[in-house]
C-alpha cells in the first residue's frame, strides 16, 4: 500500500427544495440528480380539500416528495418562527426554489452559504411576478427563457446565475409552454448548479431596461372583452388555460372558449355578435373574427363550435351586455 495521503472527497452539499406547482416537479428530480448534492428536505404548501367532496390534495411536489420517501414540511407561512427555527435546525448549504408561492423573508434569504437560488420560467427582467407564461403568451414573444437567478426579497429581482432559451410556438398554451419550461429548468438546473457550486459563475444584474411585473390571475380575467382585437382574444384564450379559462355569457349561459382561431371579418360583422362561420360559429371583433373551435357551456361538457350552433341556434346576434 502507498502510504502517501489521499485527498478527502468534496462535502456533500446539504439542499432543499421549495416548491408546488406541477412546474417544479422536474426541478426537483434535476436536483436530486446533481452529483454531490443530498436533498435533506421538500418544503411545500399544506395540503387542501379540492373539488365538490374538498378532497384533501397534496400539491405536485408534496406528492412527489412523498413518493421519494424525502422529509416533507408544509408550513402555511414560511414567516413563522416555528419554521424559520425548523429550517435553521436542518443547517443547508443550498437552497433552490420553484413555483411556490410564498415571499421568502430575509431570514431564510441569507441561511444558506450557496445561496437561495429561483427558477423562473422567464428572460428576466420580462414578465417578473405570478403569472410570467400566460404575460408570455398575452405578449406574443416569439421566444422566453428560464431564468436562474439568486432570490432576493424584491420579486424576481435577484442577479441572474445562468439563463437558458425557451422557444414560443404560434399554437402554445399556458400548459404546453409549461411543460417545456420544466423540461428546460430541469436541464438548466443540472447544467449550472455544479458550475455555481464550484465558483466557476458569478451572477450578474438584471438589465435595468424592460422590466414587466405580472400578478395573480383572478376569474374575471377571463372575461373576453367583446371589444378587443381578435388577435389579443385568441391569445387570451390559449394564455388562460386551464386558469382562469376565457369566457363569454351568452343567452344560454356562460360559455368557456377552449379553442379559437383568428379569420377575416365578413361584410356586416359589428363587435359584440356571434355569427356564422361556416358550419360553425365565431364572434365578431376588432381587426378579424374569432372563430369558435371547441366550446364549453355551464355545466355541460366541451363540443365544437358546430355542434354548439346545431343544438342552440337561438345564440346567434347580439350577446348579452
Not at 440528480?33 to 428536505?41: C, L, W
Not at 432559451?165 to 417545456?180: I, S
Not at 356562460?254 to 364572434?283: F, I, K, M
Not at 363550435?305 to 348579452?320: I, M, S, T, W
Request: hydrophobic residues 45%; charged residues 20%; glycine residues 10%.
Amino acid at each position: 500500500m502507498s502510504g502517501g495521503a489521499t485527498a478527502d472527497p468534496s462535502p456533500v452539499v446539504r439542499a432543499v427544495f421549495f416548491g408546488s406547482g406541477s412546474f417544479a416537479v422536474p426541478i426537483l428530480d434535476a436536483l436530486l440528480g446533481v452529483p454531490g448534492v443530498s436533498v435533506e428536505a421538500v418544503v411545500s404548501a399544506p395540503d387542501r380539500p379540492v373539488g365538490r367532496k374538498a378532497i384533501l390534495t397534496a400539491t405536485p411536489v408534496a406528492a412527489r416528495a412523498r413518493e421519494l420517501g424525502l422529509p416533507l414540511l408544509q408550513p402555511i407561512r414560511v414567516r413563522r418562527p416555528e419554521f424559520v427555527a425548523a429550517l435553521t435546525a436542518i443547517a443547508p448549504d443550498l437552497i433552490v426554489l420553484a413555483d411556490y408561492g410564498q415571499l421568502i423573508p430575509r431570514a431564510l434569504l441569507d441561511l444558506p452559504p450557496h445561496g437561495f437560488l429561483n427558477l423562473h420560467p422567464s428572460a428576466l427582467p420580462r414578465h417578473r411576478g405570478a403569472a410570467p407564461i400566460p404575460a408570455t403568451i398575452l405578449a406574443g414573444d416569439a421566444d422566453s427563457a428560464v431564468s436562474l437567478i439568486v432570490l432576493a426579497e424584491e420579486m424576481d429581482a435577484g442577479p441572474i446565475v445562468a439563463v437558458e432559451p425557451l422557444e414560443v410556438r404560434p399554437d402554445d398554451t399556458a400548459v404546453t409552454l409549461e411543460e417545456r419550461a420544466a423540461s428546460t429548468a430541469a436541464r438548466l438546473l443540472a447544467r449550472a448548479l455544479p458550475e455555481w457550486l464550484a465558483g466557476r459563475i458569478q451572477a450578474r444584474p438584471q438589465a435595468a431596461a424592460g422590466m414587466t411585473l405580472t400578478r395573480p390571475l383572478r376569474r374575471e380575467d377571463g372575461r373576453l372583452n367583446l371589444l378587443g382585437d381578435a388577435l389579443q382574444l385568441e391569445r387570451q384564450v390559449r394564455a388562460y388555460q386551464p386558469w382562469p379559462g376565457s369566457f363569454i355569457e351568452t343567452s344560454a349561459g356562460r360559455l368557456v372558449v377552449w379553442r379559437a382561431a383568428v379569420c377575416p371579418s365578413e361584410p356586416g360583422d359589428e363587435p359584440e355578435q356571434l355569427v356564422t362561420h361556416g358550419n360553425g360559429l365565431a364572434l365578431a371583433a376588432a381587426g378579424g373574427r374569432l372563430r369558435l373551435d371547441e366550446v364549453q357551456l355551464a355545466g355541460r361538457g366541451r363540443v365544437t363550435g358546430a355542434d354548439l350552433r346545431r343544438g342552440y341556434p337561438g345564440l346567434l346576434g347580439k350577446l348579452p351586455g
